[in-house]
């Protein structure tokens, strides 16, 4: 059921939906002893393509637990499977998935789902293919990972158990060595032999399956950070170099990447790792392709970006945020080494700086709360991660709040409708153009290829150069849901609800 807006800023073509909106913000100039504030109106017509592309997605990391389980969702609910649990039927869902399982509010009582507001494709026509350094095919890479029923596993063994991971390229020196047992599917050659090999299986699949679209998303093992080299990657050409000279610490998930980018394809990023090197913006910004990361943000650091704005938007100090993690499935086994565990805290930590650089009352320039994250491989919790968080906040006079917080669930259940969400807002976003209205001949454009709308899905949101960046879960949301009404001729959400309160 599509929203339909009668208004005069919006006009219904056969191609698109486009809709006159005035953007207000607001310029502001700190000076000596006051603050000195514009406002401003953009005058912009927003133009949304209303054909939805039949869309594949290649994960890279596949047959891994979020690959095999995001796979398993999308069958499960494509068929619409249910099956028996100690509490009775359970049919299968979407639940975490802000696309499939959140609602917008129109008006009063009147809420739609948030994919009812666009055209945007529906799960049950994606397509899924993808590489991983593991064989095993995909039922049974969903076994090993020990995150649904048996009796599930086995309704769903036959969709899967044809789906075979493509060769991944591999490079031992970027994971920890504890997964080189699990390398028998991988790629031989040079660098540039395996970026060919890549671009040309994004080809057969688009072929295979007449896609229109294919997007690309890396939920493999998390990297360790590369160096930033003058010459090697801090440019698109002298990566292209760097890639044809075979040199050697060039990371398995830039290589992705590239090839990606090289076939107009977009790429998203659901690990931490600096994937994301300046040549590889770079290259994106050149070629018009859109890039989305850093790392899933599913669990801990949701929850994370919701606390400490409401702590921080409440007037109450945070001081001590100490987060503890143990998990038992092959990530955390990764992440038990030195090197990987860095990039995992790096993207971990700075979740909160917005938010403390936000209060001047309650935080001095520069001061910042005692922020520690830990995380340590227990092997018999599995997927089922645990997340306890101490949260010590000053309050008035001088007191003190601790809040403590024990969170306990499967992973990949809370990253598998991430995957889902972040591949249809990326292409959803891709089919949004804008026009600045000042001049007459002022051409529409898509959105800069960073696409930090997608922050709300990411740990470590991926800005374009010199922008700020948003981490409070709220903001992060009501961009995506106030960018989707303006597409739609809706105004933005503001909460103000006066048609209640004057009189
Ligand atoms: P996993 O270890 O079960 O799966 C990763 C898969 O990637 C494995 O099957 C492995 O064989 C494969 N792989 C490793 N290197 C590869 C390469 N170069 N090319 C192709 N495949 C390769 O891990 P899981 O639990 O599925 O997580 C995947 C990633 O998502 C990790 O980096 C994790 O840190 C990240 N992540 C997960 C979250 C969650 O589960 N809630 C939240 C945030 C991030």
Known sequence: ??????????????????????????????????????????????????????????????????????????????????WTT???????????????????????????????????VDPNNLIIDGWDISALDL?????????????????????????????AIFNQDYVAENQKSRADNVLNGSKLDQVKTIMDDIEEFRNQWKLDEVIVLWTATTERFTSI????????????KAIKSNYKDISPSTLYAYAAISKGCTYINGSPQNTFVPGLIELAEEKKVFIAGDDFKSGQTKLKSVLVDFLVSAGIKPVSIVSYNHLGNNDGRNLSAPEQFRSKEISKSNVVDDMVASNSIL??????????????????????????DEYISEIMMGGHNTLVIHNTCEDSLLAAPLILDLVLLAELFSRIEVKKLESEDAEYTKLHPVLSVLSYLCKAPL???????????????????????ACTGLPPETNMTLEHKVP
């Open 139 to 167: 039922a049974a890479a969903l076994k090993r990972s020990e995150v649904f029923p048996p009796d599930l596993v086995e309704v769903l063994k036959p969709h899967m158990e044809k789906r075979k991971p493509r060769a």
């Open 463 to 485: 800005v374009p150069k010199g922008t700020p960046i948003v981490n409070s879960l709220f903001r992060q949301r009501a961009c995506i849901e106030n960018i989707l009404r």
């Open 363 to 388: 935080y001095k320039p520069g001061e910042k709360p005692d922020h520690v994250v830990v995380i340590k491989y227990v092997p018999y919790v599995g997927d089922s991660k645990r997340a306890m």
């Open 229 to 240: 080299v003058e010459g090697i990657n801090d440019t698109a050409e002298n990566l292209s």
């Open 86 to 120: 100690r509490k009775g039927n359970q049919d299968a869902n979407w639940f975490g998935s802000v696309t499939q399982a959140s609602t917008v509010r129109i008006a009063d009582e009147v809420h739609v789902p948030m994919s009812h507001l666009l055209p945007i």
């Open 1 to 82: 059921m599509q929203v339909v807006v009668n208004s005069p800023n919006v006009e219904y073509t056969n191609k698109y939906i486009i809709s006159k909106y005035d953007y207000q913000y607001v310029e502001a100039q700190k000076e000596e002893s006051s603050i000195a504030v514009n406002t401003l109106t953009e005058k912009l017509m927003f133009r949304t393509q209303r054909k939805v592309p039949k869309l594949g997605v290649m994960l890279v990391g596949w047959g891994g637990n979020n690959g095999a389980s995001f796979t398993a969702a999308l069958i499960a609910n494509k068929l619409k499977l249910s």
